[in-house]
Structures are given as structure tokens and as C-alpha cells.
């Protein structure tokens, strides 16, 4: 049995088209659930090819051309809520040139499974976790042998559509085989934080023991890998490809903190000279948990800060003083890393005023970075369900069903005394505020480590004043 992989080009969101310029300048970060996919299917005898068609540059020719000449049994993708429609314009055409049945999974499916299946180009679809219901998926297909019984999977029966909706969760996460990193080319991965190559992205937990009203990984169950198990990934990248800078993209890394030293431990006890990112929240970070990450290889932490409002954070369900955000963020760069700060403008209760404030706060924390973002309530969060008590409606059903993208409506902000489209303005002022100071372009000039992230500054600057 073969199998192609496609991660396809992600267009930028309608409703995060006015800072457009920051997603597209992040440089390429491997499409690590894809490349999980792939290695569950390796495990089951699948020959594999993972084309991932914006990093390797291929255009739809091209990509058409690699599936023909490998000849797969099937075409896999991975759909999210965000890159819904950007994913399904690829399916769609893929299917037409090829007629190869379509498998797609992603967290997506999991809330809306009939209305993704509504698109007839796919044929089969993983509605939770991939690897409990992976194999089976495999052997029948492989077998010829019909589908149903096969828990969290859809397919298509007799002209109708046929959903398996339980939700099965991996218990052990050591048990998931490492990414098939052997399949990319792993010296095109560099993201704006990157300091050296090669690069990859690393995930070591799932779920998210917190409560953020905005988040979309605390539905599920928080469960997290060993020390060893963490580390013994590193070490083979390094090892066998030559990765020396890895991003840990967990939601909060540091939830643990025993864990979290003990994965520094291991590193130094291995002698593993690697550098890595992580993101955290201020409130769960002691001293030594940040000296311990230095003395690993960590060179910056992203903190969740989001806003300098008290009642916008009680909202949020954050539960942070702005003290403990300002001697976090002082601390870790006494230690020599840098901190990049996450904020979002938006949330019910958000005035000009408000928003102004989070920005003054901004440019008064020792941050080197910002990422300013306006809200958009994703399915299955507390504030979704709040914008849908306020009349919304179950907008990411409907989406996900229409058959035209650009005739969509945007989301609104609700409670908030400025339209979308005033706070996304808003917004990119705030970069040029925050980025086009003294201080933050002479660091950026100091620190750079490399021909490439200089290039990924000037084009970032370059968007931001052209916008």
C-alpha cells in the first residue's frame, strides 16, 4: 500500500488579512502531525511520500506529477478550522486530476466530521487521535473489507455518509513513534526565532492543563512525555540529521516544572549542543526552572501576556498580575533569553483606551518580540460559546458547509467598542510602534546569527511599512 502525504500551502485566514505580513514572514516549520501520520503508517508496512509543496516550492504541476509517478492508494491531509478552505481548494483538485480516494484528520474533525464530509471530494475522515484508529483504517482498506465498527472514523456508505464520533485519546504518549523526519528535507525548516540549521519542531505534551478562555488545547486531557523519551527524540535528530535547533511547540511547555528540569537535565547530562524555543505562561515559572532552561540550550521563551487589563485577564480566565508578568519577563532576560510576548486585542470589555495600554505596556517590558493578535473565537472554546449566547450561531458549522470562501462573513467582535476592522489597524500600529524603536532594531542587528534571518527581518520590516 502507498500513501501520499500533501501539507499544502496555508492561505492566510480572511478574518487575519490585515496582519497578514507577520504569518507570512515565519519562515517554514515542518508539518510535524503530518509527519507523525507517516511514521504511525510506516509502523503498518505503508510506503510513505510527504510532499510538502510551499518548503519544497513546487507548484500544483509539479506536486500533480510526484503523486502520479509514486502511484499512492491514497492521499492524506490534515484540515484545521483556520486553513479549512485553503486545504479543501488543493482536495478538491487533486481529486479531479487524480480520482485517488481522500483521507483527511486534524482537530477540526472532531466537532465537525459531517459537515468536512459534506465535501464530496473526501472520502474518508479521522475524527479524534489518528493512532488507534490508523491501523485499523489501514488494514481494511488494504484488505478491501468494509469500514464500519472502526471507532472515529467517517466514510462514505451506499451513497450516504457514515461517522463513527467517539473520541479515543493516547494514554501513554511514549508509546507514538517519532516523527518520519527521513522523509523532508529537513535543511528547509527555519522559522523567525530559528538560530540555527537545521530546525524542526518538537511536541512533547498534548492537551493543556490550564483554562484559557480562547484556547483550543484545553478540551483535552493534559498528558505529556517522559524526560527520556523527550530527549531521546533530540538526540536522534541530532544524531541522524543533523538538527541542532528545535522549537518545542507545546501550548505550555512548562506546565511541569519537575519535568521540565528533568528534561534539561537530560540534555546536559548527554551533552547535547542544541539550542530550542519553548512557550510558557508567566505565573507557572520559577527562577531555577528558567536557569535550568538556559543552561540547556533554550535561547527564548514566548509568553502568553496578552493584555495589561485586569478585568480583560479575568475574562480571559489568565489569572496573572501585571508584577508577576514584569518580573518574569525581567528575569529571563537577565539569564540572556529572549522573550517574545503574545497579545490580543478584542476580547468583550476592549476599548481604545484599553487597547492603548496593553501597547504602552508592551513597549515597557524588556520584550524582544510582539505578536499582536485580534481575536477570533475558535469552535469548542469559552468564548465561542459566549459569542454564540450573544447571537453568533454556530458559525464554524456553516462554514465549514459553504462552497464559497469569499462570500463568507466575518466574526464581528462582540463587547468591544471598536469594530474588527478598526482594532486589526489598531494592531498594526502597534507593531510599528514596538518594532521601529532604536533599542529593538540595534538588538536585532546585534543578535543576528545568520545571512537568513537576517533576510527574514528586512522582508518583515519591509511588510509591516508597506501595509
Known amino acids: 500500500m502507498k500513501v501520499s502525504l500533501i501539507f499544502t500551502p496555508i492561505d492566510i485566514n480572511p478574518h487575519n488579512k490585515s496582519v497578514s505580513f507577520r504569518d507570512e514572514k515565519l519562515g517554514f516549520v515542518p508539518p510535524t502531525s503530518l509527519l507523525i501520520v507517516a511514521a504511525l503508517m510506516e509502523r503498518e508496512g ?9 518548503a519544497e516550492g513546487l507548484s500544483y504541476t509539479d506536486t500533480l506529477k510526484r503523486i502520479r509517478s509514486f502511484a499512492p492508494d491514497l492521499l492524506g491531509f490534515t ?12 482536495i478538491n483538485k487533486f481529486k479531479e486530476d487524480t480520482a485517488i480516494q481522500i483521507l483527511v484528520g486534524g482537530e477540526h474533525l472532531r466537532l465537525y466530521p459531517h459537515e468536512t464530509m459534506s465535501h464530496e471530494a473526501i472520502d474518508f475522515c479521522i475524527t479524534g487521535e489518528a493512532e488507534l484508529p490508523l491501523p485499523e483504517f489501514i488494514s481494511a482498506f488494504r484488505a478491501n473489507r468494509p469500514f464500519d465498527g472502526i471507532k472515529s472514523l467517517g466514510f462514505r456508505k451506499n451513497g450516504n455518509v457514515v461517522i463513527d464520533r467517539t473520541i479515543q485519546f493516547v494514554e501513554d504518549l511514549n508509546t507514538i513513534p517519532f516523527p518520519s523526519r527521513h522523509l523532508i ?14 530546525f524542526t519542531a518538537l511536541i512533547t505534551t498534548r492537551g493543556c492543563p490550564f483554562n484559557c478562555a480562547f484556547c483550543t488545547h484545553n478540551h483535552q486531557k493534559y ?23 528545535f522549537d518545542i511547540y507545546d501550548s505550555t511547555f512548562t506546565a511541569d516544572e519537575r519535568r521540565v528540569i528533568r528534561i534539561c537535565e537530560e540534555i546536559r547530562r548527554r551533552k547535547l549542543d542544541v539550542s530550542f524555543t519553548v512557550r510558557s505562561r508567566v505565573d507557572i515559572v520559577s527562577k ?3 536557569d535550568s532552561l538556559k543552561s540547556a540550550g533554550c535561547h527564548t521563551i514566548m509568553y502568553g501576556i496578552e493584555s495589561s487589563n485586569p478585568d480583560i485577564l479575568r475574562m480571559m480566565n489568565k489569572q496573572i498580575s501585571l508584577e508577576q508578568v514584569m518580573n518574569t519577563v525581567s528575569y529571563t532576560k537577565q539569564r540572556g533569553i529572549r522573550v517574545l510576548g503574545f497579545f490580543l486585542f478584542g476580547f468583550p470589555g476592549e476599548t481604545r483606551q484599553t487597547m492603548e495600554d496593553t501597547v504602552r505596556f508592551s513597549l515597557d517590558l524588556p520584550l524582544d518580540y510582539a505578536l499582536y493578535s485580534i481575536l477570533l473565537p475558535m469552535p469548542d472554546t469559552e468564548i465561542y460559546a459566549y ?3 450573544h447571537g453568533l450561531g454556530d458559525y464554524w458549522s456553516k462554514y465549514s458547509m459553504a462552497l464559497d470562501e469569499p462570500n463568507i462573513e466575518l466574526i464581528e467582535l462582540i463587547g468591544t467598542e471598536t469594530t474588527r476592522e478598526e482594532t486589526a ?6 507593531y510599528k510602534r514596538f518594532y521601529f524603536r532604536p533599542r529593538i532594531i540595534w538588538n536585532k542587528l546585534r543578535m543576528l546569527s545568520s545571512f537568513g534571518e537576517f533576510r527574514r527581518l528586512l522582508s518583515g520590516a519591509i511588510a509591516i511599512l508597506t501595509k
Open 46 to 54: 505503508v510506503e510513505v511520500d510527504l510532499i510538502d509543496i510551499e
Open 79 to 90: 484540515v484545521t478550522s483556520w486553513s479549512f478552505y485553503s486545504v479543501v481548494r488543493w
Open 185 to 198: 528535507k529537513n535543511e528547509l525548516y527555519e522559522n523567525v526565532l530559528s538560530r540555527k540549521k537545521n
Open 223 to 245: 498528558r505529556a512525555r517522559s524526560p527520556e523519551n523527550v530527549v531521546d527524540e533530540i538526540e536522534l535528530n541530532l544524531k541522524v540529521y543533523g538538527i541542532y535547533d
Open 288 to 290: 531555577e526552572m528558567i
Open 387 to 389: 459569542y454564540r449566547e
Open 425 to 430: 489597524k489598531f494592531a498594526l500600529e502597534a
